[in-house]
């Protein structure tokens, strides 16, 4: 099984997009990319564009030679909805149950003239490997206004778990996790840059050192938590230190959004030292 990480926040954009390869398949989760519209009350800098218009073309160039897409809810950092998807198979989130009103309004819109695909809640897909989804799964807290997610398993040789946007911050995801036994989890970890959500260091710290203490499986930690500079620190407070999207590839890690601020500094010709760079 050959995994490659296509875009993520430690790339430059928002997305968890990975590209799969077994055998006999191609598998393509979540391919979508996107912005933060407002960050620190700022707008993308041109440097975010460049990279997402970047990441966007990979993602559709992985997407003409992949032959099952699997799209873990309807944000648009984890689909693009005018890619043309015929002849795919598509695995989706169900459109109608345990989803919330923008989510559901946004995959009415996405379904509406595709042909081949299947809800995947819950479901176990065998082929020459085993393909397994959870249940629907907070995206986030519990009671998240944000509604549900799946998360993947595939199970070919070595086990593969991409949680997406469960952000390790409710029980049910941790335990659904524990329970498969992985090899490898690819995984957002908590929006610690979110001011109102003050718990999530700690409750996202104590459920992924349970996760690894019980599984011993290597992480792949990015998304929401590299929003926030401080996400080195974060990783310290781990009790195995994970891999980002760009560490996993050995490239450097660029966290544009965290650093906007900066960035448009520069933009304005001021001399500002990033840690990495652009």
Sequence with gaps: MKIIPIASESLGVRSLAVYIKTEENNILI????ALGPKRYSLPPAKVEIERLKHARKKILEFLAITDTIIISHYHYDHYI?????????????????????????????????????????????????????????????????????IMTLIDHKKRM?????????????VKWIIE??????????????????????????????QIIRETDA???????????????RFFEGLEKEPLTFAGYLGVDETPLEAYRRELHKIENGERIRLPFNI
């Design 180 to 209: 498969k036994m992985p090899d490898l989890i690819i995984t957002s970890g908590p929006p610690t840059y979110i001011g109102y959500m003050k718990d999530s260091w700690k409750t996202g710290t104590k459920n992924i050192n």
């Design 81 to 149: 909805p005018g890619a043309n998807y015929d002849g795919k198979h598509l695995f989706l989130k169900d459109p109608i149950k345990n989803i919330n009103k923008s989510q559901k309004s946004r995959a009415s819109k996405f379904l509406k003239d595709k042909r081949e695909y299947e809800y995947a809640d819950g479901k176990i897909i065998t082929k020459d490997f085993r393909m397994e989804f959870s249940p629907a799964l907070p995206h986030g807290e519990k009671g998240t206004k944000l509604g549900f997610v």
């Design 161 to 173: 778990i991409h949680a997406s946007d469960t952000q390790l911050l409710n029980k049910e995801s």
């Design 218 to 232: 290597k992480i792949i930690l990015d998304h929401h938590i590299i929003r926030d500079k401080r996400y080195p």
């Design 30 to 33: 979540d391919p979508g990319a």
